[in-house]
């Protein structure tokens, strides 16, 4: 089984700051990870993912995430966000699945409120 | 059109209610996978097609829920007898082949009063 935590529900931070949104993750087997943004009224987006290869990985709107297999995490961090960032921000897991397709479990969201 | 449709956005239904929620993958999208996201949590996975087949229907949470994508493209949940923890946004997606990123729909809200 997997599972997926984010310990801050919001987060509240000044136009321009840097930021980071914390996730870490459990599995017994080899995962991927992402990160998915939510507009209000808005589907869910791919921010960024891990499969392999490089521990950092880069997405859009200037984010990016650092794979830390050793503490399990997979934190978000921007350093300098814009007023447009304003969203809620969802880390998942996915494992590969035998039917070759990957079952994705999501963690309960951080909102994340830039101050202007 | 270019992305994921789900129709209809909003839905309110009395308890005892069928439903049956829509969903319009991107076009040649072989995979389609319906999340259930309940207020202030993150989706759920309820079960995924490859195609026409219904790989895994594991996360469906009673046998009210009933889910079928016929011809390969367009995907209907179906809730039948809705109950008030029936409430929450069905979210749909889908991928261009196995194991690639998911694209989704801007969900259907269901409130059951």
């Known amino acids: 089984a997997q599972s997926v935590t984010q310990l801050d529900s919001q987060v509240p931070v000044f136009e321009e700051a840097p930021v980071e949104l914390r996730c870490n993750y459990s599995?017994?087997?080899?995962?991927?990870l992402f990160w998915y943004v939510q507009y209000p009224n808005q589907g869910l987006q791919l921010l960024l993912k891990y499969l392999s290869g490089s521990t950092l990985v880069k997405g859009i709107n200037g984010f990016e995430a650092e794979f830390n297999k050793s503490q399990t995490s997979f934190h978000l961090r921007k350093p300098s966000v814009h007023i447009s960032d304003t969203a809620e921000y969802f880390c998942?897991?996915?494992?590969?699945?035998?039917?070759?397709?990957?079952?994705?479990?999501f963690g309960t969201g951080t909102k994340l409120q830039v101050i202007p | 059109g270019a992305g994921v449709s789900q129709s209809p956005r909003y839905k309110v239904a009395k308890r005892g209610q069928d439903v049956a929620l829509r969903c319009d993958p991107i076009?040649?999208?072989?995979?389609l996978f319906w999340y259930q996201q309940a207020l202030g949590q993150g989706p759920e996975f309820l079960t995924y097609?490859?195609?026409?087949?219904?790989?895994?229907k594991s996360g469906l949470p009673s046998d009210r829920f009933f889910a079928e994508r016929p011809e390969g493209s367009v995907s209907t949940l179906k809730i039948q007898r809705t109950q008030q923890e029936d409430s929450a946004v069905y979210l749909c997606?889908?991928?261009?082949?196995?194991?690639?990123?998911?694209?989704f729909g801007q969900g259907t809200r269901l409130t059951v009063v």
């Open positions: 599995s017994s087997v080899s995962v991927y």
């Open positions: 997606a889908s991928s261009p082949r196995e194991n690639t990123e998911a694209f």
């Open positions: 998942a897991v996915g494992r590969p699945d035998s039917g070759g397709y990957q079952k994705v479990t």
């Open positions: 076009s040649g999208h072989v995979s």
């Open positions: 097609f490859q195609n026409e087949a219904q790989l895994d």
